[in-house]
């Protein structure tokens, strides 16, 4: 029991600062890592940089310590005027003085924030940079949600390299786990592509006339699976079934924008998952 | 003048950035001149400290910034620069590295980012300060203050290329950002405990008072690996480095890839060595037991991984993922051998991979693309930029005249005296995946067979090309020169390794690192 509160009270009383510098490091840590928004991802990285500015200043501080300015009166010397009396107090004076350690106990140490003012500085610079990059992902791309700029670059690809498009296609293997990462990435895209994976079998059947036949030969045998994997309806099988449908769609090349095609998809989906 | 020599290192490539800032806004064509000049001078002043280093007797060369003197004051009192043998060695790759690609910047540069000349040399040769100024620097503070000088400016460099290249330097900023601002707080901590930031002072102060087994150094040097460890992309946290490596232009991939993850393997080799100390960096430690582990399981992965890639670009940022599990794990065998190949791997590895990559930028220029199918009949295209990127290629896999079968032969040796079998086992297997990438690559070059099995010739020597698209078409000389001056110099590094070796010997003698029985 006493060592408990031992712990708490070191935790809470004594150490609070650093306690609450390590929650928003992870805090910070967290919408870095985890968030989909890149202007959520520079919220974080801000909160992490001020974690650490925090943890440096309570490493300096001292409870009713004085800024450390050598002042007259702390000059062992006598006062600063006397200087030009003779040569030994000037070059005493040029030298280290030891401080008597009644001063010293008075100085809160400078050193970790003066530390902190070029940690400031750099984390200005850094956030301007990703700020400005921001702004440039923003006018390339349209948008500065990570798994819509993913799924963008993706087809960029697709598009530059029909050769490995259609190799991706075939092997389903390859297609999946592409295409997986942007849509396990956030918890809403999961949703949405649950949705679509009922509604997809539909709208296949209505874009694959219009098609080539190979590529319609391709895309029944592409989207017979999800069918299955709807009729089961277990989320877990939806996920990977979805992506098919996904790359179907982009690697038959529309002439319409692959994005109207994504947007259209879960419009349908709403008014008809009711009545399943 | 020449006293001050190391100091020059520093001025001549920072005031270069900043003549090329003011003097590019009225004329964008004096920035190249700038870049190359104030490279090359700082190369002098490289070799020149590097002599002066050799000529002392203690093989280093410290030099104190503002004027303050040790006599008067206590260490740690201002900024002190601060050179050994392998701060020197590390520098001259760096500033060696930087002079060739500056020189082989000027058509990249002006083709693929035309009108920023100016932003791209300012922040060219800022970069160059800042992997120079880590090398050299006495203070731990310093350190991350250059760690994030060369990271910014590098983050700029590589967002000037295409939208993608944008979208993958992101990643690097968020990733960076989290490895440097864990070294800042392993700064921190040391300071707690040590209460000054000069390195030497802090190995004075940790020897001095026995902290080996205190808590605060334990954190202080986990936090400090981690952020390292990031920053140099050792393989769970290697995601920024292939899409921002092979989405930067041409110019910029050239100087980033081969120092960038190079200089942090100096900085965790300065930190291990110089300011925790060997005993505590390897005895009250774990990383002995599980890095070498962690290290096999990041080759295999990033060799595997690079074994998948149908771009040269893409491969390569593969393969330098799978070298620095190579030097990291030459590091952790712990063993005097094993730093031996650690550190002329990292001279060496920056060398060929300088060379690959300015060979990919040429073949990049010439055929419009870097994916493996549209190599066919480039040999007899361009046959010396293919010899020289094939020379770099064969340093990776380790062929004996080149650098890289040195640095490897140390490694497997350091290996075998730890007698960490599973480090040696991986390093082989990992030549063989080079040796597959490579000759295929060859393979795809000489052949008419396409990926997909397709034949397009009809027989001997008939690549099912036009004699057009295989006449000799080599690139422009201000970039085929700095290639083939690259190549050179992974055969002369190769040659005359043993000179390398015995400077590295000198410095590494200072420490008490385990030789193995019999010698």
Partial sequence: MFEEGAIINELFIERLNYLIYVVLLLIGLHAMISKNNLMKKLIGMSIFQTAIILFYVSVGVKEGASIPIYLPEHDPHGSHVSLGAGNETEEASHGPVVLEAGLIKKYANPLPHVLMLTAIVVGVATLGLALALCQRIYQGYGTIEEDEILAKIEREEMRAHPSVAVKSMESSKTATSKVKKPATKSKESSTLSAKRAKSNPKTKAKTAPSTSQLKSSRSKSASSQPKTSASKSSSAMAKPATSKPKTKAKTTARPKSASTAKKTAPSKAKPRTPKK | ?519
């Fill in chain 2, 1 to 519: 003048m020449m006293e001050n020599a190391i100091a020059w290192i520093l001025i001549f490539p920072l005031f270069g950035s900043v003549a090329c800032a003011i003097l590019g806004m009225t004329n964008r064509k004096i920035c190249y001149p700038i870049a190359v000049l104030s490279l090359a001078c700082a190369l002098w002043a490289g070799i020149e400290t590097l002599n002066q280093l050799i000529a002392s007797e203690e093989h280093t060369v410290a030099y104190l910034l503002g004027g303050w003197t040790l006599d008067a004051y206590p260490r740690g009192v201002g900024i002190e620069l601060h050179a050994d043998i392998l701060g020197i060695l590390i520098t001259l790759v760096v500033l060696g590295v930087g002079l060739i690609v500056s020189v082989y910047s000027k058509l990249p540069v002006q083709e693929e980012t035309p009108g920023k000349e100016p932003l791209f040399y300012t922040l060219f040769l800022l970069q160059v300060t800042g992997l120079a100024g880590i090398c050299l620097t006495g203070d731990a503070f310093n350190l991350y203050v250059l760690i994030e000088v060369a990271a910014l400016t590098g983050y700029g460099l590589i967002a000037m290329g295409s939208n993608r290249a944008a979208a993958a330097t992101f990643n690097y900023v968020m990733l960076g950002t989290i490895g440097a601002s864990f070294y800042l707080l392993g700064v921190g901590y040391l300071y707690i405990k040590t209460g000054t930031l000069n390195m030497v002072g802090i190995h004075d102060v940790i020897e001095a008072n026995g902290l080996a087994d205190s808590a605060t150094m334990q954190v202080a040097f986990v936090l400090i690996g981690m952020g390292i460890l990031i920053k140099m992309a050792f393989f769970p946290f290697h995601a920024w480095l292939p899409n921002a490596y092979c989405n930067a232009p041409t110019a910029t991939s050239s100087l980033l890839a081969p120092l960038v993850t190079k200089v942090m393997i100096y900085v965790m080799i300065r930190m291990v060595l110089s300011v925790f100390g060997v005993e505590f960096s390897f005895e009250s430690t774990m990383w002995t037991d599980v890095v070498p582990w962690l290290v096999v399981v990041a080759i295999v992965c990033a060799a595997v991984m690079a074994l998948a890639q149908r771009e040269i670009k893409r491969m390569l940022s593969y393969l330098i993922v799978a070298e620095v599990g190579y030097m990291v794990g030459g590091v952790w065998i712990y063993n005097y051998y094993g730093f031996i190949g650690s550190i002329f791997h990292v001279i060496s590895d920056a060398c060929m991979t300088l060379c690959l990559f300015l060979g990919a930028g040429l073949i990049l220029r010439k055929a419009k693309t870097t994916h493996f199918d549209g190599l066919r009949g480039l040999f007899s295209k361009m046959p010396l930029t293919m010899t020289g990127f094939f020379i770099g290629g064969f340093s990776i896999i380790g062929l004996p005249p080149t650098c890289g079968f040195f640095s490897k032969w140390y490694l497997i040796t350091g290996g075998m005296v730890s007698e960490r079998w599973e480090y040696m086992v991986v390093l082989m297997f990992s030549t063989m995946v080079m040796v597959v990438l490579f000759f295929r690559l060859i393979e795809r070059i000489h052949l008419a067979v396409t990926e997909s099995g397709q034949n397009l010739g009809h027989g001997h020597g008939d690549l099912g090309l036009t004699e057009e698209q295989t006449r000799f078409d080599e690139g422009p000389l201000s970039m085929l020169i700095p290639l083939l001056v690259s190549a050179s110099v992974v055969l002369i590094v190769g040659i005359y390794n043993q000179d390398i070796v015995s400077l590295i010997e000198i410095f590494l003698d200072e420490f008490n690192l385990p030789r193995g029985e019999g010698h």
